[in-house]
């Protein structure tokens, strides 16, 4: 029963990381859908979602390490 809560553990974790580096493309591409769905141009948040998979495939080849770690929380709070 612990290995799998230490399963779980280890998935909330990977997911709380993954919505750290991609969320702010999942709630742009959600912004500029719901604009154009409402009839209104969505390519301001569509731009921003480019920008935000951009950032986050460049934090994502990063190299990190226990002699680099300070700091790294200011990413998954942009």
């Known amino acids: ?6 399963i779980v553990g ?3 974790v990977a997911g ?3 919505m750290g580096f991609m969320g702010g493309t999942i709630r742009n591409q959600v ?7 409402g009839g ?10 480019a920008a935000d998979a951009g ?3 460049t934090a994502a ?3 990190t390490s226990l002699s680099n ?10």
Not at 1 to 6: C, Q
Not at 31 to 37: F, I, W
């Open 1 to 6: 029963m612990s290995e799998y809560l230490i």
């Open 10 to 12: 280890l998935l909330a």
């Open 16 to 18: 709380i990381a993954v």
């Open 31 to 37: 912004a500029g859908m719901a604009q154009e769905l």
């Open 40 to 49: 209104s141009t969505g390519t301001a948040d569509i731009a921003a979602a």
């Open 55 to 57: 950032a986050a495939t």
């Open 61 to 63: 080849a990063e190299e």
């Open 69 to 78: 770690y300070d700091g790294q929380n200011t990413r998954l709070e942009q």
